[in-house]
């Protein structure tokens, strides 16, 4: 076993997962690499699908770094959970008028857990994966805390809000202090074949980042419906609630003097309302499912930013426990657009995660 222990490292066959790899490595830990196998064939793709060349092809290419930095590879097929537990709650979500963000909810539920079994199963310590966060643990606070990456430009700490204190307490960022530029050039340095591969940005079991087209052949279908501007005047026909989300402006087929966007979702009416922008900001919303990392129980109001998708930028907050009893509310500084039901909402104080959840209704 390695100086520091063994370590068992999520490898994706991207440079940044070969990079924690090798940094792991070098630091005196016995590193053994593991590749997810998620998606390449299942239901909805088909032996000549576009997901099952991009599988393989990650498959080979964590190989191939696994044998440059000559320590063991395994693969762990976790496709018959991965379908049921993320890609059927995907194309769920669509179909009640959610706009879902399946990777939060894959990294608690499917990878960070098929790592922790595997390692059990191979008498290691910790687990590791590339991205770009950082945890620590506070005896003050006797909690694991999880961290802004220290590359603003990509920090994904808004991904990992849903790990559990059990799984916190075994994992290892190595990326964390570190900047793109800084991991290519390492994988440079390092001779690693990966180390110019673009970065994957679709989400992964859609290859070519054709959602609307990957629900039809999950057999979501929607019914044609009403589409009704903000005032209440008919203004077209949608062709059914799952292929829209809150926010949208394309593909709405409607001739008006001004762009118009996608208000409001309403299932149970099956009909969308649309509207100017000016119409589409929001002041606060109510979220579900919290899970806190930094604090064991949301007690009273908390001041955080708010970060409500991937890419959107971090904004002043009041979170507070929901009147209900069940979740939170949070209250914007200033009222924000297109704030979407099914999205995560995640919450900031300064490089901590306090925690995060899934917003269900915007007001």
């Not at 399946?102 to 990878?111: H, Y």
């Not at 657009?337 to 099914?342: D, E, F, L, S, Y």
């Amino acid at each position: 076993m390695g100086a520091k222990g063994r370590v068992v490292v999520a490898m994706s066959g991207g440079v940044d997962s070969s990079v924690a790899a090798a940094l792991l490595k070098e630091e005196g830990w016995e590193v053994l690499g593991v590749t997810l196998r998620l998606w390449e064939d299942t239901a909805g793709g088909g032996e000549q699908s576009p997901e099952r060349g991009k599988f393989a092809k990650a498959i080979q290419d964590a190989r191939g770094v696994a044998r440059s930095l000559a320590i063991p590879h395994y693969v762990v097929d976790r496709r018959e959970p991965f379908r049921e537990t993320v890609v059927d709650y995907f194309a769920r979500e669509y179909a009640r008028g959610c706009t879902p963000n399946p990777c939060v909810l894959c990294n608690r539920k499917i990878k960070f857990a098929a790592l922790l079994e595997k390692a059990r199963e191979l008498g290691a310590d910790y687990i590791a994966t590339g991205h770009y966060a950082r945890v620590e643990f506070s005896p003050e606070r006797g909690r694991y805390l999880l961290k802004k990456g220290v590359s603003r430009e990509k920090d994904q700490s808004y991904m990992l809000y849903n790990l559990s204190q059990e799984q916190l307490a075994r994992c290892l960022f190595p990326l964390g202090g570190m900047t793109k530029t800084q991991v290519r050039r390492k994988a440079e340095m390092l001779g690693l074949a990966v180390a110019g591969k673009k970065e994957s940005q679709e989400i992964c079991f859609i290859a070519d980042g054709d959602y609307r087209s990957f629900l039809g052949r999950c057999g979501i279908r929607g019914r044609p419906g009403p589409i009704l501007h903000v005032s209440g005047r008919r203004l077209g026909t949608h062709r059914g609630i799952p292929f829209y989300t809150v926010g949208q402006r394309r593909g709405l087929g409607i001739t008006w003097p001004h762009p118009l966007y996608v208000l409001e979702i309403r299932p149970q009416e099956n009909l969308i309302v649309v509207g100017e922008r000016e119409a589409l900001y929001r002041r606060g919303a109510r979220v579900r499912r919290l899970n806190l990392i930094s604090i064991s129980a949301l007690e009273g109001p908390e001041r955080v930013k708010a970060k409500i998708r991937y890419r959107a930028p971090e904004v002043e907050a009041l979170l507070k426990p929901a009147e209900s009893g069940e979740g939170g509310e949070v209250c914007f500084a200033e009222p924000q657009p297109a704030v979407t039901p099914g999205q995560a909402a995640v919450f900031y104080q300064e490089d901590l995660v306090l925690g995060g959840g899934t917003i269900v209704q915007a007001f």
